[in-house]
């Protein structure tokens, strides 16, 4: 076994994430897609740290883990925001800048 | 210095690797929102420990904390204040959009995949111990942290703390000073419009169940609709026989061993 396996699973889930963000109408879940994207990141950058070994790439890992748990926190904000205005969480129905 | 994958290791990717993609998977094909929250949750643990048997323990139990701790908390707070019961639309907006993106997943998997397996096959693993240099991972990541990424690591705090405000900005409700109906105000609405002033009765109250999708029971011994939580597909209890008078085993004058003061009946006491 080499690390390939890890960086593969990596990959597969990114598309996975990738298509739900297409597929999906729900605010919210397109949401979580985002976050596995965020996640099969993660697992490359401290694949790659191991395989190079140095810690680097577990520093930059942890600093996405920030920006995300920080871009959760506003998305769903705006999500809530939306759903106060239009009463729904799809993503079709937001098709205006206002109202 | 090279490291050899163990064979524990080994065992360890192809339990929770399956397990990963499983997650994955369910999460964008099940219909319920908070379905696809639990399938991310099972994702998000599976990483958690591919972080600790790479040499990552810090980022792992971060992982776990962080993501599938407050993250996923957060979404599911999030599902129930709004989207609990919008459940997809299965209508498209765009024709074919579906079967294009599958086919656009599939073939980008395959390619980056194939692309990544062939670029890193024969690739050397160098492992963390010469990076660390004898130290443990949390004091590595700590003193690359705090030196290299000091900057990085300030305007993170800065970050967080737009975040916070946004967040607070976007989820207040502006009202005018005053509009904000006093309490008198709100009971003397509730007695005046509706025919209902008390609360509902909660669910599962004397029934045989406390599960909030049993109904309560009537005086009579009917269902309560006014308890039935929405969304929740009612259960049906299993009910004990209702003793029907006073002189039955189940009345608590005979669980207490005192007799019936006065028979309603006017028949013999037991």
């Known amino acids: 076994m080499t690390l390939t396996y890890y960086l593969v699973l990596a990959a597969i889930l990114f598309t996975i994430g990738a298509v739900g963000v297409l597929v999906r109408r729900n605010a919210i879940v397109v949401f979580m897609c985002v976050e596995l994207m965020l996640n099969s990141v993660n697992l490359t950058l401290v694949t790659f740290a191991r395989a190079t070994g140095t810690v680097d790439g577990q520093i930059m890992a942890f ?3 920030v920006v995300a748990a920080a871009e959760v926190v506003v ?3 705006i999500i809530m925001s939306i759903y106060r205005t239009r009463r729904s969480a799809s993503v079709d129905d937001a098709n205006l800048l206002k109202y | 210095m090279t490291e050899t994958l163990g064979g524990g290791e080994t065992v ?11 997650g994955a998977l369910g999460m964008v094909f099940s219909r319920n929102a908070v379905h696809s929250a639990l399938w991310l949750v099972n994702t998000m643990l599976a990483f958690g420990v591919f972080y600790v048997i790479q040499g990552a323990p810090f980022l792992g139990a971060v992982q776990i904390i962080v993501y599938t701790g407050a993250i996923m908390i957060l979404f599911l707070f999030v599902l129930m204040l709004v989207g609990r019961d919008s459940s997809d639309s299965v209508v498209e907006t765009l024709r074919g959009q579906r079967v294009a993106a599958t086919i656009l997943g599939v073939g980008f998997a395959a390619l980056v995949g194939a692309g990544i397996a062939r670029a890193t096959q024969d690739m050397p693993v160098t492992g963390l111990q010469d990076a660390q240099g004898g130290q443990r991972n949390i004091p590595a990541i700590a003193e690359l942290l705090f030196t290299d990424y000091l900057l990085a690591f300030e305007v993170t705090s800065a970050l967080l703390i737009t975040a916070a405000v946004g967040a607070m900005v976007l989820a207040h409700i502006e009202r005018d000073p005053g509009s904000r109906q006093t309490q ?13 002033p008390q609360t509902l009765p909660g669910p599962g109250v004397f029934a045989r169940a406390n599960s909030v999708a049993v109904p309560a ?7 309560s609709e006014a308890s039935l939580a929405t969304g929740i597909e009612p259960e049906e209890p299993d009910q004990m026989p ?10 608590p004058d005979a669980a207490l061993g005192t007799l019936d003061p006065a028979p309603l009946d006017g028949g013999t006491q037991r």
């Open chain 1, 63 to 65: 600093f996405v883990m």
């Open chain 1, 75 to 77: 998305g769903l904000a």
């Open chain 2, 12 to 22: 360890v990717f192809w339990v929770l690797g399956p397990i990963a993609l499983a």
């Open chain 2, 184 to 196: 008198k105000e709100l009971s003397r609405a509730r007695f005046l419009t509706s025919d209902r």
């Open chain 2, 217 to 223: 029971i009537l005086p009579d011994g009917g269902r």
């Open chain 2, 242 to 251: 209702r003793p029907t008078g006073r002189e039955q085993l189940g009345s």
